[in-house]
């Protein structure tokens, strides 16, 4: 199955959504397979986020997110990487609809509280980046409930 990298950037860890983040993927029925909170260094958010290494906001965007605890996480289901930027919400939150999580708690593109990859391709990149330890194997019993 299908995995995906979300992480609750800065701002969501320190305006206390973790557990609201976290709570949409879980009812959705998506799996959590991996899980930390984690300061980030420089190199790694730099790496994270290389293909806007151009952009004028790059060095503010590297700041934003070495600027408090991050909260990584791996989540596996059908569809996760699409359907959990569809959750999400689009990247200003201006544009985000009520009902994403983007849309629903935050109003400045610079402050916009998660990040999820963007394709199948950068998720593989994303999850080994940030969990080159590995991350855990199981099966929830719900699965039969929520697949057919
Ligand atoms: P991520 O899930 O964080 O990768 O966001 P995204 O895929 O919706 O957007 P993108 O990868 O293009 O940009 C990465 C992040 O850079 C965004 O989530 C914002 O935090 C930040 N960013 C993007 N565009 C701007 C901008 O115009 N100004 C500022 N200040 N930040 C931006
Ligand atoms: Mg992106």
Wanted: charged letters at 20%; proline letters at 5%.
């Amino acid at each position: 199955t299908e995995q995906s990298y979300i992480m609750i950037k800065p701002d969501g860890v320190q305006r206390g959504l973790v557990g609201e983040i976290i709570k949409r993927f879980e009812q959705r029925g998506y799996t959590l397979k991996g899980l930390k909170l984690i300061n980030v260094d420089r190199a790694l958010a730099e790496k994270h986020y290389e293909d806007l290494s151009a952009r004028p906001f790059f060095g503010a965007l590297v700041e934003y997110i070495c600027s408090g605890p991050v909260c990584a996480m791996v989540w596996e289901g059908k569809n996760i990487v699409a359907a959990g930027r569809t959750m999400i919400g689009a990247t200003n939150p201006q544009a985000s609809a009520p009902g994403t999580i983007r849309g629903d708690y935050s109003i400045e593109v610079g402050r916009n509280i998660i990040h999820g990859s963007d394709s199948v391709e950068s998720a593989t990149r994303e999850i080994g980046l940030w969990f080159p330890e590995g991350i855990t194997s199981w099966t929830p019993v719900a699965k039969p409930w929520i697949y057919e």
